[in-house]
T-cell receptor, first 116, second 114 residues
Framework: NAGVTQTPKFRVLKTGQSMTLLCAQD?????MYWYRQDPGMGLRLIHY???????AKGEVPDGYNVSRLKKQNFLLGLESAAPSQTSVYFC???????????????FGSGTRLTVV | GENVEQHPSTLSVQEGDSAVIKCTYS??????FPWYKQELGKRPQLIID?????GEKKDQRIAVTLNKTAKHFSLHITETQPEDSAVYFC?????????????FGSGTQLTVLP
């Protein structure tokens, strides 16, 4: 049981390049999220999904696209990378946690992206 | 939407002293308030949470208090140890809505000095 796996862990892009970050979860969770983490700004929600085939915008969606064609995967795309997108990206999944008695979050290990 | 403010942004304490981190939230419909600890280069890990039907919750050296009227909640760490050094995030989630997403505070860098 791997939980939430993010690939790649590190990436350097040139301005204008495109890339896709992959998030995979093996817990059959309905909800999946992409956050970015910048110093002094906490974790900000980029996009999220409430189930297979659904996506929605979060707090900072501009410059990103997402897809959830399969329940276990949530892809984050950057069509034309900009230096402002240099950040650490965290994926998370959520569903009812019987032990927690609420909807628990499971985070991936993060992707450190640098755009030069 | 929800807005969560967290203070202070940095906090240094001597080993053995207590540390307090405070958060306020804007959405009165929020009813779930978790706290996460993030060590350098690692993913955030849930350390304690509280729901709006409870005023205080304690787990060994960690406690969280909630004031629904004032819309603020706090994390208290007693008898701090060097391994408590990390970034701590508060978060809030509303009871309604389908996405179950958390809104996070901006984080507090806690340093415990030996």
């Amino acid at each position: 049981n791997a939980g939430v796996t993010q690939t790649p862990k590190f990436r350097v892009l040139k301005t204008g390049q495109s890339m896709t970050l992959l998030c995979a979860q093996d817990m059959n969770h309905e909800y999946m999220y992409w956050y970015r983490q910048d110093p002094g700004m906490g974790l900000r929600l980029i996009h999220y999904s409430v189930g297979e085939g659904t996506t929605a915008k979060g707090e900072v969606p501009d410059g990103y696209n997402v897809s959830r064609l399969k329940k276990q995967n949530f892809l984050l795309g950057l069509e034309s990378a900009a230096p402002s997108q240099t950040s650490v990206y965290f994926c998370a999944s959520s569903d009812w946690d019987r032990g927690l008695g609420d909807y628990g979050y499971t985070f991936g290990s993060g992707t450190r992206l640098t755009v030069v | 939407g929800e807005n969560v403010e967290q203070h202070p942004s940095t906090l240094s304490v001597q080993e053995g002293d207590s540390a307090v981190i405070k958060c306020t939230y804007s959405d009165s419909a929020s009813n779930y308030f978790p706290w996460y600890k993030q060590e350098l280069g690692k993913r955030p890990q849930l350390i304690i949470d509280i729901r709006s039907n409870v005023g205080e919750k304690k787990d060994q050296r960690i406690a969280v208090t909630l004031n629904k009227t004032a819309k603020h909640f706090s994390l208290h760490i007693t008898e701090t140890q060097p391994e408590d050094s990390a970034v701590y995030f508060c978060a809030a989630r509303r009871s309604s809505g389908s996405a179950r997403q958390l809104t996070f505070g901006s984080g507090t860098q806690l340093t415990v000095l030996p």
